[in-house]
């Protein structure tokens, strides 16, 4: 057993006075080596070599169970350095502190590496998913979710994100880390990243102008979600914008899930693409003078009240707009003119350029 000494400085006062830089790196926190020289009920002695003896403490014991029940003495393992001379003259060690301390470490060359890790997914929040690396809890936030998991939920309530997150519990997924701070036990992953590397491989059989055949995957309120027929893992974006030529309140009005559609690739931002309908559409602009024109007597359906008018939908996909003022105001609007029906308008002004036609009520 090994015996306490009577001279706690004795050890490094000696060092230091014949070799000022022996332990310059020997500081709290580090990672050594060291030997076991024997094991009590209370303590657990190491052996530092030139650096004199290590104890691990009974509180640190328990901790450590698993590392200690096989290692006999004369059995290297890493230690973590709690104190270089505590009250009892020993460098006080942490076994369990060490080895969780590797693990940071090997997590880290992991991210430095860029190497795609598997994990299983064990819970989830209203921020993203959870999971763990080697007993380290990871983080995999919302916004690091592929295309293929993250959830499409209208409105963004988040009830029914969670509930869309929970369905992936218990699955696996390929990430990639992003993020660690082993101070902070903060561990971030993503499947985004790791989802982005096979996509650009993939996208690099397109190129921007080609028309491809697509399966509405999703519908939200700023676009439609669709996956590539031929590559079903390659999933492109139509913006709303992107949806028809004429202004309209709600993408499902153009599509709906399972949708086939042909649409064409404006876009290919490293593993995103993006993809337009409106493209393959005739621009009812260009014909518009020769249909349209000033003073004109017109046919239109009311399809939506905003804060400074009404939009009407007129035929050849146009669309005009009758001003508020008007009316005399928003509610005398709504008095006079009901969603979905048919009235006869005044064309008092267009201007092509701006892709505006301004409709008066006939009278």
Same mark, same amino acid.
């Given at each position: ?63 450590? &169970?698993?590392? *200690?029940? $096989?290692? %006999?003495? =004369? #059995?290297? /393992?890493? @230690?973590? !350095?709690?104190?270089?001379? +505590? ?112 996509? &650009?491989?993939? *996208?690099? $059989?397109? %190129?921007? =102008? #080609?028309? /491809?055949? @697509?399966? !509405?995957?999703?519908?939200? +309120? ?112 709504? &008095? ?28």
């Amino acid at each position: 057993m090994v015996q306490k000494t009577e001279n706690k400085t004795s050890f490094f006062s000696q060092l230091l006075k014949n070799e000022p830089d022996g332990v310059s790196y020997l500081r709290d926190g580090d990672l050594v080596e060291a030997a076991l020289l024997s094991k009590t009920a209370k303590a657990v002695y190491f052996d530092l070599g030139r650096f004199g003896t290590g104890i691990v403490y009974s509180s640190e014991i328990s901790n450590a &169970k698993d590392i *200690l029940k $096989n290692l %006999k003495a =004369g #059995d290297k /393992v890493s @230690v973590k !350095v709690v104190s270089i001379d +505590n009250e009892d003259g020993f460098v006080e060690l942490s076994l369990a502190g060490a080895h969780k301390q590797k693990e940071w470490q090997f997590l880290r060359e992991l991210m430095e590496k860029g190497e795609i890790l598997e994990v299983k997914l064990n819970g989830a929040n209203s921020g993203g998913l959870v999971a763990e690396i080697n007993g380290i809890k990871a983080f995999l936030p919302v916004s690091q979710l592929s295309v293929k998991n993250y959830p499409r939920v209208e409105g963004s309530d988040k009830n029914e994100i969670i509930k869309e997150l929970k369905k992936l519990v218990g699955q696996e997924l390929k990430v990639k880390i992003i993020d660690l701070n082993s101070r902070n036990n903060k561990l971030i992953i993503s499947e985004r990243e790791a989802a982005e590397e096979d996509i &650009k491989k993939l *996208l690099t $059989n397109y %190129k921007v =102008g #080609d028309l /491809v055949d @697509v399966i !509405v995957s999703g519908v939200t +309120n700023f676009g439609v979600f669709a996956r590539f027929a031929d590559n079903p893992s390659i999933e492109g974006l139509i913006h709303i914008s992107e949806l028809d030529w004429k202004i309209i309140d709600h993408p499902k009005e153009i599509a709906k899930v399972e949708d086939s559609l042909k649409a064409k690739i404006i876009e290919i931002k490293d593993s995103q693409v993006f993809l337009s309908l409106k493209a393959l559409k005739a621009d009812p602009w260009e014909k518009a003078e020769e249909k349209i024109k000033e003073g004109k007597e017109i046919t239109g359906v009311v399809y939506k009240f905003n804060p400074i008018g009404v939009l009407i939908n007129l035929e050849g996909d146009l669309q005009g707009l009758v001003h508020v003022s008007e009316f005399g105001g928003t509610e005398e609007m709504k &008095k006079q003119l009901e969603l979905g029906k048919s009235y006869q308008f005044i064309i008092s002004s267009v201007k092509i350029q701006e892709k505006r036609i301004n409709l008066k009520l006939k009278k």
